[in-house]
T-cell receptor, first 114, second 112 residues
């Protein structure tokens, strides 16, 4: 298995532009999580899905952020419009009930908003 | 408000010695705890876990201790190796299938 795949690895965009981050979870995993890593707050949970349904989006910072999971093999996190304070590393992770080792994380997308 | 806290942002240890990373939590409903290790430009990877019914779990050079009354857990690495140099995240959840709440991380540097 290729693991959790995120794209792009790096994204540099101008303030006000729309940004879309993509994630392909591990096949068979029914949970998908989006986290954001910053120095001040560590790894923050933004939203998670179970069987493609959003379960908890209380971590989404504001209405500029949205996430979708149209099918079991794909999810997107969109920021519109982007702001410099959104600059961070965004991680996607997946898991299943039978996972004994917690979550499997992707390599992350480093977002820079200038 | 941080429910999971790692108060030491960094730790430097000599190779061969013990590394002790600490983590505190505030939510008494947490009953499953994990440690993740993260290298630069990679995602965090699972290291070791412990459930609240135990106070110790060991896996090779890594041991996690849980003190529920103090709401404190620690990760011991013995002996420390240069390859252990990474950022270590503590995480907690209400069960093994609940969402994980992570701390801010501790950067461990093991020097020769």
């Amino acid at each position: 298995d290729a693991g959790v795949i995120q794209s792009p690895r790096h994204e540099v965009t101008e303030m006000g532009q729309e940004v879309t981050l993509r994630c392909k979870p591990i096949s068979g995993h029914d949970y998908l999580f989006w986290y954001r890593q910053t120095m001040m707050r560590g790894l923050e949970l933004l939203i998670y899905f179970n069987n493609n349904v959003p379960i908890d989006d209380s971590g989404m910072p504001e209405d500029r952020f949205s996430a979708k999971m149209p099918n079991a093999s794909f999810s997107t996190l969109k920021i519109q419009p982007s702001e410099p304070r959104d600059s961070a590393v965004y991680f996607c992770a997946s898991s299943s009930v039978s996972s004994t080792g917690g979550y499997t994380f992707g390599s992350g997308t480093r977002l820079t908003v200038v | 408000d941080q429910q999971v806290k790692q108060n030491s942002p960094s730790l430097s240890v000599q190779e061969g010695r013990i590394s002790i990373l600490n983590c505190d939590y505030t939510n008494s409903m947490f009953d499953y705890f994990l440690w993740y290790k993260k290298y630069p430009a990679e995602g965090p990877t699972f290291l070791i876990s412990i459930s609240s019914i135990k106070d110790k779990n060991e896996d090779g050079r890594f041991t996690v201790f849980l003190n529920k009354s103090a709401k404190h857990l620690s990760l011991h690495i013995v002996p420390s190796q240069p390859g252990d140099s990474a950022v270590y995240f503590c995480a907690a959840s209400g069960s093994s299938t609940d969402k994980l709440i992570f701390g801010t991380g501790t950067r461990l540097q093991v020097f020769p």
